[in-house]
């Protein structure tokens, strides 16, 4: 059975710090996906990630694949206290629709 | 562009009971998944529907049941509720050509009581 890790799980930051969060998946699959989740709130769509190398970046994140190690990560530039919020990667098996989740990474900016 | 919607927003209900939750997908989208996110947890997957048709299960029980409608709205129905069921369920929807980026409704909030 896929599992998906993120670590830390909770990670507490400077406003203006750099920090990385880590996905790794037991199982192949050529796509990930990151969403943002508010309190509360349902998961809004950060970045899709769709093969081996892929790197995205969108304002203070950039989230890189690398399917041979199965890992992902989410690197957070100059943190703002906007970016708090939990953060999940998806992976979906090879030949497979459905997204395993992470179990989420709770970042805190503070100001 | 109307994005996805679900209804109710909160509900209550009693141990035993049945409850049905509904969902729209978005504009252009064909295929919709359900998700049960428990409280601090990461969803977990439900089941998917893709034109009408169950198109792959997560590991819940078969009092878990879905359908997905001509115009591919969907509803979960879940019988026989148990404490545990209390969670937030997501709905997502996408368009099935491969990149399947799947766009989440602002889920329903179901208590057991």
């Known amino acids: 059975e896929l599992k998906v890790e993120q670590n830390p799980l909770f990670l507490s930051m400077q406003e203006g710090k750099n920090y990385t969060i880590y996905c790794n998946y037991s199982?192949?699959?050529?796509?990930l996906y990151w969403y943002r989740q508010d309190p509360g709130k349902s998961l809004e769509s950060l970045f899709v990630l769709l093969s081996n190398g892929a790197v995205k970046q969108e304002g203070r994140l950039m989230a890189s694949l690398d399917t041979k190690a199965r890992l992902s990560t989410l690197h957070i530039t100059a943190a703002v206290h906007d970016l708090s919020a939990t953060y999940f990667c998806?992976?979906?098996?090879?030949?497979?629709?459905?997204?395993?989740f992470g179990t989420g990474t709770r970042l805190k900016v503070l100001a | 562009e109307t994005g996805v919607t679900q209804s109710p927003t909160h509900l209550i209900k009693t141990r035993g009971q049945q409850v049905t939750l509904r969902c729209s997908s978005q504009?252009?989208?064909?295929?919709v998944s359900w998700y049960q996110q428990a409280l601090g947890q990461g969803p977990q997957f439900i089941f998917q529907?893709?034109?009408?048709?169950?198109?792959g299960r997560g590991n819940f029980p078969p009092r878990f049941s879905g359908l997905q409608f001509p115009n591919y709205s969907s509803e979960l129905n879940v019988n026989a509720l148990e404490l545990d069921d209390s969670a937030l369920y997501l709905c997502?929807?996408?368009?099935?050509?491969?990149?399947?980026?799947?766009?989440f409704g602002p889920g329903t909030r179901l208590t057991v009581l």
């Open positions: 529907y893709y034109r009408e048709e169950e198109n």
């Open positions: 504009s252009g989208h064909n295929t």
């Open positions: 997502a929807s996408s368009d099935w050509t491969g990149v399947d980026t799947q766009y």
């Open positions: 998806a992976v979906p098996p090879s030949g497979t629709y459905k997204y395993i």
């Open positions: 199982t192949t699959s050529d796509r």
